[in-house]
């Protein structure tokens, strides 16, 4: 039956003031409908009131549960393992409009081939049904393999991380090779799926606890809930030494401690604080800043810029001091902020491509300063990242009373870089020469450390990001429309 067909029928049938009546009550009960749930393959049957499909996908299986409103964006919680135990968590999630969803890696142990089974229902979540980029993530137990080896390849593509008594360590559990029981013929499958010997195993730096730069540079959130009891998956081979790591290496970790428990039961009976840390971590934007310490959290505007944006967006502060156009490639932070994945990126250099600075760094602002900023622009964009261009904050360098910028060759190339590749530009080096001027030698001394002329402090860091937002051009409206009102 049409449904359309019928309500004009109806309408047609009924007075004027019916008529507007019925047409306010369709139009309320459309909207909430989850049209897109109705696309699912495979069998439809129901996960706690909500509709579930069961499906194949690359020869895996796989469920998707949708919610009875979807949320805006098409928000999704990934669940690694053990579906439907313990799902407090996942219902409390639904209810916000989550997605749920699932795909078989069992008996891979978060190995390289579980990974790329993952890659590839990620890439058909979010390019056939616009799922959001970055999920949160839930692996309880084993499950924590796969969790957050897949997180540590793609940082860019997770919002946050759930672990629940999640094994870290494959040598902790199956291996047994610590205090715990071990996993009698799990350890075998385990060598198999990875390929390794038990002595290659025992050496391999392949779990969770292993290679979490990249991660902690993403700054993805990560919840642990243990049981201080648990001889299965032992936390303190485990959870305790990524929670060690990964705060070394300033990645935000928080562990929930039941003490008393054992492995089991999972999850928290009242999930409230689960489902507060992963809402309250979803990201809708990620911006990465590259530039030297005049852009660094520390020294420059990195962090009061960050400051700006609403809780959905992430700003990653990749700037380094000490880095031009040039050495910051060389370093390896370039690789850093395109792993990320970002939605922007910021590019300001110039302060250590002027002359003087060494041959590793310096650069030609009519060529290879030129070159280094279209080369980062392009592979931005082959990375589906939208670059930004802003020219270098000058220094507050007087001479007869005006600033005296020895920028000002880069701050043109900058310029013209942006207008050449249709990039959107921020003139930060105008509109600081203009602020410094206004403010005179003396006046603008407030804005940077004592004795220093070229980096700001908190009240500077404030100023410089109020002129670089207030640069915005038309093209990052969608940035803009961001701001924290």
Not at 111 to 120: K, L
Not at 246 to 254: D, N, Q, V
Not at 271 to 289: E, Q, Y
Request: charge should be positive.
């Amino acid at each position: 039956m049409n449904p359309q067909k019928n309500v004009s029928l109806l309408l047609s049938q009924l007075s004027p003031v019916l008529s507007i009546v019925v047409v306010t009550c369709v139009f309320l009960v459309l909207p909430n409908q989850n049209f897109a749930a109705e696309t699912f393959p495979g069998k439809v049957s129901q996960f706690h009131s909500f509709p579930r499909y069961d499906f194949e996908h690359g020869g895996r299986r796989c469920i998707v549960v949708t919610p009875r409103i979807t949320a805006e964006g098409t928000p999704w919680i990934w669940r690694a393992r053990f579906f439907g135990h313990q799902p407090q968590a996942d219902i409390a999630l639904l209810h916000q409009g989550y997605h749920l969803a699932y795909v078989d890696v069992g008996n891979l142990f978060g190995s390289p081939s579980a990974v790329e089974i993952w890659n590839g229902f990620y890439d058909y979540l979010t390019k056939s049904y616009g799922f959001h980029a970055r999920p949160a993530l839930e692996g309880m137990s084993r499950g924590g393999l796969i969790i957050f080896n897949w997180a540590k390849v793609n940082p860019g593509k997770v919002s946050c991380i759930y672990g629940d008594a999640p094994v870290c360590d494959f040598k902790s559990w199956p291996g047994g090779k610590g205090t715990g029981k071990g996993g009698g013929g799990a350890w075998q499958a385990c060598l198999h799926a990875y390929g390794f010997t038990e002595a290659e195993a025992l050496v391999a730096k392949v779990n969770p606890i292993d290679g979490l730069q990249a991660l902690a540079a993403a700054r993805v959130p990560i919840l642990n809930v243990v049981g201080d009891a648990d001889v299965v998956v032992p936390v303190a081979e485990n959870t305790s030494i990524l929670e060690k790591r990964y705060s070394e290496m300033k990645g935000p970790i928080e562990v929930i401690h039941k003490a008393g428990t054992g492995h089991h039961p999972h999850s928290l009976k009242e999930p409230k604080p689960i489902v507060d840390f992963v809402l309250s971590n979803r990201r809708d934007l990620t911006i990465v800043l590259a530039g030297d310490s005049t852009v660094t959290d520390a020294a420059g505007w990195g962090l009061a810029f960050a400051g700006r944006f609403g809780q959905r967006v992430e700003v990653i502060n990749v700037a380094k001091g000490g880095a031009s156009s040039r050495n910051f490639r060389d370093a390896g932070y370039w690789k850093r902020c395109l792993i990320q994945k970002p939605d922007f990126v910021f590019i300001q250099f110039g302060h250590n491509d002027c002359p003087g600075k060494g041959p590793k760094r310096e650069t030609d602002p009519e060529t290879t300063y030129r070159q280094n900023l279209e080369r980062y622009i392009a592979e931005a964009r082959a990375m589906g990242t939208k670059p930004v261009l802003v020219s270098p904050m000058t220094r507050r360098r007087f001479k007869n009373g005006e600033v005296d910028s020895i920028l000002t060759p880069y701050a043109a190339a900058v310029r013209e870089v942006a207008a050449k590749t249709k990039t959107p530009f921020i003139d930060l080096h105008r509109s600081s020469v203009e602020l410094f001027n206004e403010l005179g030698d003396e006046g603008s001394a407030y804005l940077c450390p004592e004795g220093d002329r070229t980096h700001l402090n908190q009240k500077g860091a404030e100023k410089i990001s109020d002129l670089i937002i207030s640069g915005f051009p038309s093209e990052l409206s969608e940035l803009a429309a961001r701001l924290k009102s």
